[in-house]
């Protein structure tokens, strides 16, 4: 599912965040990305979802080259593939990004409604969708009526609605108290026993200790498999 080999990141200023860093994902798979504060988690994720480019390397995701620097010249995907790409990815956020004037069944079916499909397609996708993150009674209130456990879980439903094949949740843990963590990592299990590979951030070593998935661990722009 995914595939980085060799991928180095610099930014502009200079900054080496990832150094010749491998990483090989199989569909399926539950992943923790860990790492202490600036140690280049989200910048992985970024790359996985071409928020960002590499410097150097190949990127592959569910088999579409992102990036490559191996050729005569570097390969950088289009935005029209990468639009197609993304469809099938879903991306969660520590800030949730919700649409503030929106209620929740509207911030679900806006997603959907930005991928073309019609109203009934989208009617029927909303109640499993929200039934899956606990939200069911909340579908009429507005973002700002919710609690931050569950804004969390709203942005979640709205990478989920379009049936990702893999699911990058950033830090989808990171401003909750450990019961709503807890919820969240449930939920996301739940997914991933569907099929959808899961790579999620976080440096919660209690919730991923509990987790018992597989680890990775970026530091000093290496990354390690730890477990
Ligand atoms: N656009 C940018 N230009 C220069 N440096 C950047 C840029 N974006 C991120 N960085 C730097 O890259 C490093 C990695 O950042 P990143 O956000 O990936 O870390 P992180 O491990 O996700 O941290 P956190 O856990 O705090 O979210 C940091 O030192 C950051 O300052």
Not at 2 to 22: E, Q
Not at 55 to 82: A, K, N, W
């Amino acid at each position: 599912m995914v595939s980085l080999r060799g991928v180095s990141k610099v930014f502009p200023n200079g900054n080496l965040v990832l150094r010749d860093v491998d990483l090989e994902v199989r569909r399926g798979e539950f992943v923790f990305v860990t790492g202490v504060s600036g140690a280049g988690k989200s910048t992985l994720l970024r790359l996985l979802y071409g928020a960002d480019q590499a410097t150097q390397g190949t990127v592959m995701v569910d088999r579409v080259c992102l990036f490559s620097s191996e050729g005569h010249r570097p390969y950088r995907i289009p935005p029209r593939p990468l639009a197609m790409l993304r469809r099938r990815l879903g991306v969660v956020f520590q800030d949730y990004r919700l649409l503030a004037n929106r209620t929740l069944a509207e911030n679900v079916a806006f997603v959907l409604r930005a991928q073309g499909l019609s109203p009934a397609e989208i009617r029927r996708r909303i109640g499993p969708t929200l039934k899956m993150v606990g939200l069911t009674e909340k579908r009429d209130r507005f973002p700002h009526e919710l609690s931050g456990g569950e804004q969390q879980r709203l942005s979640l439903a709205r990478a989920i609605v379009n049936m990702p094949v893999l699911l990058l949740a950033d830090e989808p843990t990171g401003n909750l108290d450990p019961e709503n963590s807890l919820l969240v990592l449930q939920i996301l299990e739940r997914l991933n026993s569907f099929g959808v590979t899961i790579m999620m951030t976080s440096h919660d070593p209690y919730l991923v200790e509990r987790a018992g998935h597989r680890v990775v661990r970026v530091e000093g722009g290496r990354l390690y498999d730890m477990r």
